[in-house]
Antibody, heavy 120, light 107 residues
Framework: QVQLQESGPGLVKPSETLSLTCTVS????????WSWIRQPPGKGLEWIGY???????NYNPSLKSRVTISVDTSKKQFSLKLSSVTAADTAVYYC??????????????WGQGTLVTVSS | AIQMTQSPSSLSASVGDRVTITCRAS??????LGWYQQKPGKAPKLLIY???SVQSGVPSRFSGSGSGTDFTLTISSLQPEDFATYYC?????????FGGGTKVEIK
């Protein structure tokens, strides 16, 4: 059974960089798109971006200037860095596995989510 | 970016009711749409992909339909464990975008 687990600081100061890592277990990291998705408290879901196992990336234009997603296939981990954070970046951050092979496009496995609060 | 408009934003229903949630895309997305269920404090769970394909392990009371711009999630007979928030997601192009969510509450 594939499992994803987010890890990283739960509190980040304004203007600093948020850093999270997602560790994949129980399955291969190859041939999938690995995404970050966030959800501000009491609000809806926002796709942040993905990295393919080969290293290619795609980011949401709304965050593109501040986001970097990287992958370490040897450790079966992928990471999110979001720079210059403000209170608006306070959210539960989820990592998820995306299947993208027509006709199947979906997020089939998700991490449990980790709350990151931006506050001084 | 493609806008996904879900309706209603919330509804109250009783156990056994038939529930329908709709999602409209701002442009044609073929059938590249998924439905996700989220319970409080939990990650979203995939229910439906490709507009009408039910994910393995999901009860048969869940079904999806539609193509182009208009899509529907139907719960044929609402069960106690179905009270949750439901989101649609367009998987047609980037950036991927979610609908605003529909909260299904107990009447």
């Amino acid at each position: 059974q594939v499992q994803l687990q987010e890890s990283g600081p739960g509190l980040v100061k304004p203007s600093e960089t948020l850093s999270l890592t997602c560790t994949v277990s129980g399955g291969s990291i190859s041939n999938y798109y690995w995404s970050w998705i966030r959800q501000p408290p009491g609000k809806g879901l926002e796709w942040i971006g993905y990295i393919y196992y080969s290293g290619s990336t795609n980011y949401n234009p709304s965050l593109k200037s501040r986001v970097t997603i990287s992958v370490d296939t040897s450790k079966k981990q992928f990471s999110l860095k979001l720079s210059s954070v403000t209170a608006a970046d306070t959210a539960v951050y989820y990592c998820a596995r995306r299947v993208a092979a027509r006709p199947i496009y979906c997020f089939d496995y998700w991490g449990q989510g980790t709350l990151v609060t931006v506050s001084s | 970016a493609i806008q996904m408009t879900q309706s209603p934003s919330s509804l109250s229903a009783s156990v056994g009711d038939r529930v329908t949630i709709t999602c409209r895309a701002s442009q044609d997305i073929r059938n590249d749409l998924g439905w996700y269920q989220q319970k409080p404090g939990k990650a979203p769970k995939l229910l439906i992909y490709a507009a009408s394909s039910v994910q393995s392990g999901v009860p048969s009371r869940f079904s999806g339909s539609g193509s182009g711009t208009d899509f529907t999630l139907t719960i044929s007979s609402l069960q106690p464990e179905d009270f949750a928030t439901y989101y649609c997601l367009q998987d047609y192009n980037y950036p991927l975008t979610f609908g605003g969510g529909t909260k299904v509450e107990i009447k």
